[in-house]
């Protein structure tokens, strides 16, 4: 019996992985070569985690790296992302900011599926009032630019075509694929 691992994520040459069923994650710095297990609890008090998508990692401007929950699980039916300062191998974190998402995102959200030069990428699925006719069933991705905490329209797919898609970037470079 092996150990499941969520979505992963890279900031500042660490990738992240949360080890399913636990408040921690899986570690490896890629400077070192080493692994660790860190604590991430102190951030999850008092929100239920389903899916690793609710958790992600990006790089801050001033080379801190910033931790984005996602708390969608609310009796306001709101979807809310707390931005967190990450001290590694410590047990303080520091909210940074806390942004609620529109209203009507409440019950599509699906996820933060990447981050990337500024910005984060939110999943959204389609809305309620398509349920039955599945030509009009969509998915739509948004950016959300942490520095003026704008959204943005990413991307649209219908669901005949395309049910799920994946940012492929922020990879360090030793790590990417060649290209031309």
Known sequence: ??????????????????????????????RKMEFSIVDISPVLSGRAMMFSNQIITLES???????????VFR???????YFYAFMYFSDRWQLLNRVTLPEEWGYRFRGIIGAAEGYLFIKLDHPKENLNDQSEQHIEYHS???KTMQLGSFCRTTLLTVTEAYLYCGFPPSLSLPSI
């Open 144 to 146: 959300l630019d942490v």
């Open 75 to 81: 009796p306001d039916k709101r979807c809310v992302l």
């Open 61 to 71: 401007s001033d080379g801190r790296t910033t931790v984005v929950v996602s708390d």
């Open 1 to 30: 019996m092996g150990v499941r691992l969520g979505q992963r994520n890279h900031a500042h040459g660490c990738f992240y992985w949360m080890v399913a069923l636990t408040h921690r994650w899986l570690v490896l710095d890629t």
